[in-house]
């Protein structure tokens, strides 16, 4: 079946089905995707307030960027809030994924309870944070006095505050990572580890010669995902700390918002967005050539 | 490869059929909310007042559009004061923004340089069949030209003054009372006053003296209190990093980290605010400054009772003014701008600037309202909703210049609380800011 040649009208046929099956998530895709994207880096060689006709200044608005002390002060955030939030919940979920991925309803049940945070909307998190921090009538602070620790402004000093909202958003996202490590263990063949294990090899030696390795593309993966949603990281900002105290939590994505739709500087923010492009692109290609070299090396 | 070829079909319906409904509902009905069938005139108007003032709003959306029958106004609820203003910028481009807005004081000098807003001085005479207004029994200090220095320009008008407010203290009747301390008439009366309220267990402050944002609008009191300003008479040079600027924050320095009698709450704009109003509420600050317009929220859930007082002064006493204006935007059909004028001038009549006054806390803006019978008993009965009115004796203009909003809100306002939270100095801070408001001035 299905090598028979066909007719000319037949095969018409089938290409229009297609054509017409893509284009309206196209004609979507374009509109709502393409479109932005497009006049977005138009608008990164004017000067807009959100009225009137945009002036043209060139490269002025990528200049000023480049030689903006604060937007040197936004990437180190977003490079410190990225890397630290990516490295607690990988090292994090997969963890938790080994500690937990046992049979039992009492492991499921211990699964899912971890998980429900990552189902939560960002907003409730941040709601819920900005009170469990709350640094004279927090929760956190109340445990931490019990040990006598005297109370710490979580969300109020500005040395801390990128740290805590590390740690909220690691609370939050690590239950995914966990789920995903757990799919890429119990993909791994349980005969394998039974063999080294007759073969006397240490719990140790199991993981880091078997599991480990055999995880790998799992961990690409969850690599990748992470850095892009932090990367994108706004709403425990815009909720939380609003940027502050200070510049101290000033993201990428809340510092492009914050210029457009607080300043009304909006061809000075589509500049930040078209270097945040470039660079996310970057990251994205290294990665898909780690993914690349990962595949050949699987294959037989 | 070849499948059924009924369900080929039927696959083939459906991509049609979901390419009618893709390109049908670019075609839907365009309502840029000027339908004018029946004669009856639709104004859109955004605002964003929340919580008890929005429904207070809406009561009397309502009973405007009651009572008059030929124009129908929709609010629309557009969230706190800047998104609002960014969501009015962008829709003025568009066929679908609103007639009518509100917006901070402080936005009005660029929204009227860019050209976005209605020229009311016609309206306000009665021309073209508007009715016409008796601009003379707006109260002087809340009106267009008591707001603004206008640094020697023309400017006609174009806002016409609604919920207007200025900061003043609230303080815990029994705090205070019970520490043997009156409310502060001057800085160093706030400090003492303060220390003295501050109560501390070990390493805990139990009680807050005192409890302020590091924001600009206290600042820009503080500012002229200390006989400073924020630009020179001819708007085009920055004069708020020196001397004056410098004691103003200073005052707050020292109070956080020296003195430790002061609260910084943490948040930016309005969620620090929120922070101080919910501490106050709950007995862990004495004194707060915030707007009159938090008057009638801070009362009903005050479990205390609570006074308020004119902010304390340095070298002059000195209060700027808060709260927004009216504005009908430029690009809208006539029928839609006259309507839009009847709107806004019915909403500042005496009786309706009342009731909105009584229901939040806001000032009344006219006159004959603050004079009437009526309101003098009121203000004997409660005599917190007078405080804001007789401080306008000592009310500040704002600069009239278009760089004044991002003056306010990017050079300073995320700057401010940088002495107080981290090691920069005051002359830094200041400095700096200065410096980038100079080159945003000079381009």
């Known amino acids: 079946m299905g090598t028979q040649r066909r007719g000319g009208g037949a095969r018409w046929r089938e290409a229009l089905t297609g054509y017409g099956l893509v284009l309206p998530s196209m004609a979507v895709f374009a509109v709502f995707y393409l479109y932005p994207v497009a006049h977005t880096l138009y608008l990164s060689f004017f000067n807009w307030n959100l009225t009137g006709d945009p002036k043209p200044v060139g490269l002025g608005n990528y200049e000023a960027l480049l030689s903006d002390e604060v937007f040197g002060e936004v990437l180190v955030n977003t490079l410190t809030y990225s890397l630290a939030t990516v490295a607690v919940t990988m090292v994090g979920g997969l963890g938790l994924a080994l500690l937990l991925n046992r049979p039992g309803r009492v492991y499921g049940v211990l699964q899912a309870c971890i998980f429900t945070s990552y189902i939560v909307s960002w907003v409730g998190v941040s709601l819920l944070w900005i009170w469990m921090l709350d640094a004279q009538f927090g929760p956190v602070n109340g445990v931490l006095s019990a040990f006598g620790v005297s109370p710490v402004d979580w969300l109020g000093d500005p040395d801390l505050a990128l740290w805590s909202l590390v740690g909220v958003t690691s609370w939050k996202t690590v239950g995914y990572d966990m789920v995903l490590f757990l799919a890429g263990l119990q993909s791994i063949p349980v005969d394998t580890l039974e063999a080294a294990e007759m073969d006397g090899a240490s719990r140790w030696q199991r993981f880091w010669s078997i599991t480990f390795p055999q995880l790998m593309p799992t961990t690409l993966f969850v690599l990748i995902t992470s850095v892009i949603m932090t990367f994108q990281g706004f709403d425990v900002v815009r909720v939380m700390t609003q940027g502050g105290p200070v510049r101290a939590t000033t993201i990428y994505v809340y510092f492009i918002y914050e210029q457009a739709f607080g300043y009304f500087k909006v061809g000075y923010a589509a500049a930040a967005v078209v270097l945040f492009f470039v660079v996310l692109l970057g990251v994205t290609l290294v990665q898909f050539r780690l993914f690349d070299r990962q595949r050949r090396e699987e294959a037989p | ?443």
Not at chain 2, 108 to 129: H, N, S, T
Not at chain 2, 230 to 241: C, H, R, W, Y
Request: proline residues 5%.
């Open chain 2, 1 to 443: 490869m070849e499948r059924s070829s009924v369900r080929g079909w039927g696959v083939r319906w459906a991509s049609v059929l979901g390419l009618l409904l893709v390109l049908s509902s670019g075609s839907c009905k365009r309502d840029d909310g000027a339908s004018e069938a029946d004669g009856v005139v639709e104004v859109s108007f955004w605002y964003a007042y929340g919580g008890t003032n929005r429904q207070v709003t809406e009561e009397l959306i309502a009973s405007f559009n009651a009572s008059h029958p030929k124009i129908r106004v929709k609010g629309t609820y557009q969230g706190d004061y800047f998104e609002a203003l960014a969501k009015v910028r962008v829709a003025s481009r568009t066929s679908r923004g609103p007639a009518v807005t509100h917006v901070v004081s402080e936005s009005l000098p660029a929204l009227w340089e860019d050209g976005l807003v209605e020229p009311l001085d016609g309206y306000a005479r009665g021309e073209g069949g508007a009715t016409a207004v008796d601009l003379a029994d707006f109260i002087p200090a809340l009106s267009q030209d008591g707001t603004f220095d206008y640094l020697g320009k023309e400017v006609p008008l174009f806002a016409l003054p609604f919920n207007r407010s200025t900061p003043i203290v609230f303080y815990n009747k029994k705090m205070l009372a019970d520490a043997g301390v009156s409310p502060p008439q001057t800085w160093e009366e706030l400090e003492a006053a303060a220390r003295t309220l501050t109560v501390r267990e070990g390493d805990q402050t139990k009680v807050w003296g005192f409890e302020l944002p590091i924001s600009w609008w206290f600042w820009y009191a503080l500012l002229h209190q200390a006989d400073g300003r924020l630009l020179s008479e001819d708007g085009k040079t920055a004069m708020f990093g020196h001397a004056a600027g410098q004691e103003a924050l200073g005052l707050l320095v020292r109070m956080v980290k020296q003195d430790k009698t002061m609260k910084n709450p943490p948040g930016r704009d309005y969620n620090a605010w929120e922070v101080a109003n919910t501490d106050f509420l709950s007995g862990r600050v004495a004194m707060i400054w915030t707007s009159t317009a938090f008057l009638n929220y801070l009362t009903e859930n005050a479990k205390f009772e609570l006074g308020t007082a004119f902010l304390p002064g340095f070298k002059r006493k000195a209060v700027p003014t808060g709260g927004t204006f009216f504005v009908v935007m430029k690009g809208r059909p006539e029928a839609e701008k006259r309507a839009g004028w009847e709107f806004v001038r019915w909403m500042t009549e005496p009786e309706q600037t009342k009731l909105w006054s009584q229901k939040t806390g806001y000032m009344p803006v006219r006159r004959s309202v603050v004079e009437s019978a009526e309101m003098k008993a009121f203000y004997v009965e409660h005599s917190n909703w007078r405080t804001t009115i007789d401080q306008l004796d000592h009310a500040v203009r704002f600069p009239f210049s278009p760089k004044l909003l991002e003056i306010q809100r990017d050079l300073l306002q995320p700057n401010l609380e940088k002495p107080v939270v981290t090691d920069a100095t005051v002359e830094s801070v200041l400095g700096k800011a200065e410096a980038d408001a100079n080159a945003l001035l000079g381009r």
